[in-house]
């Protein structure tokens, strides 16, 4: 039953793959190129899909083996014992990711000595923020477009550049942006956005636990014979507007944290105007969208709008001013 259960989702992703495999290819040399974004090679395209196959084995299949195990041997609170297993799971590869899942797709070099070096080690010193290093992420060699994180934790915590937002900003202007980051560390954001994940992962697993076996469930699919396998691709798809849902409240749970880490690293740089500053060029290079219906905005959009994100650095840049003396 595990194995017949793992070949139907190894076909499954297979199907997958092949279907949105034109799509992607659209997206990255017709969609992007027509913008000036991609840099991406059909080398590199080829090596990111061989490489994300692999780790999809790699990785991928001993989780499904687990879960299908689980479902089929462990009785009653197999979704509880599920839910404890993908946990220890997440928090192994958010130690793991920084140093072993990351390298294997990008190259990481850490950042040389300079003027950028010594501003971002002093913001850091400055808010108690320990981390590892600051490295810098070939992301030109896929696309025009920039980002900025932080990634992992404990002794593996790092800031990482994209080489692209290097290009971009200024010194001042990248301070703002890593104070944000920092922000979202001193905040507990990380912890709650795990936090938060877990607690939907819980319910989602109880769910399915309800679902996966059900006979009722099976013939709705025309399916004759109802089977572990075939539950979890069934109730992924009728989980849908649950997960919507629940997308809704995250969404909106992230932008006031957004708004939280850019109020904190205001006050941290003491230069409001200087993240608002990144975030315009931000907004200029990848051609971002200033003002979305606000529906699209409540329904699916994780941050605020850059508009809506410079307007509120503005008025703390002139509360800011209004008492310095």
């Known amino acids: 039953e595990t194995v017949r ?6 076909i499954l992703y297979v199907v997958e793959a092949i279907i949105s495999f034109p799509f992607s290819l659209y997206s990255i040399f017709v969609i992007e190129e027509k913008y000036g974004f991609n840099k991406t090679t059909v080398r590199t395209l080829i090596s990111d899909i061989l490489k994300g196959t692999i780790l999809a084995v790699v990785v991928g299949i001993p989780i499904l083996t687990v879960i299908l195990i689980l479902f089929s041997r462990g009785g009653e609170y197999a979704w509880l014992y599920l839910f404890f297993f993908i946990v220890g799971i997440n928090l192994v590869l958010a130690f793991l990711a920084p140093v072993l899942i990351l390298p294997f797709f990008f190259k990481l070099t850490p ?11 002093d913001l850091a010193n400055k808010a108690d923020f320990a981390m590892k290093d600051i490295y810098v992420i070939d992301g030109s060699k896929r696309s025009s477009h920039s980002n900025a994180f932080f990634t992992g934790f404990g002794s593996s915590k790092r800031i990482c550049l994209f080489d692209t937002l290097i290009e971009q900003q200024t010194t001042e202007e990248l301070v703002g942006v890593i104070g944000h ?5 001193k905040k507990g954001h990380i912890w709650l956005g795990m936090l938060l994940g877990f607690m939907e992962l819980l319910l989602m697993l109880f769910l399915l636990s309800i679902f996966i076996s059900s006979a009722d469930l099976a013939n709705a699919f025309y399916v004759s014979e109802p089977s572990v396998y075939f539950g979890l691709v069934a109730f992924g798809i009728l989980a849908a507007p649950v997960q919507m849902i629940l997308g809704i409240l995250g969404n909106y749970i992230s932008r006031q944290n957004e708004y939280a880490a850019d109020r904190y690293g205001a006050k941290l740089t003491e230069r409001p105007e200087s993240l608002a500053n990144a975030l315009k060029k931000l907004a200029k290079d990848n051609l971002s969208n200033l003002t979305p219906p606000w529906i699209q905005v409540f329904v699916s959009y994780s941050h605020p709008t850059v508009l809506m994100r410079v307007r509120a650095l503005n008025q703390i840049a002139t509360k800011q001013s209004s008492v310095t003396p």
């Open 5 to 10: 259960g793992i070949s139907y989702m190894v």
């Open 111 to 121: 950042l040389e000595d300079g003027e950028l070096r010594e501003a971002i080690l």
């Open 181 to 185: 980051e920092i922000g979202h560390y």
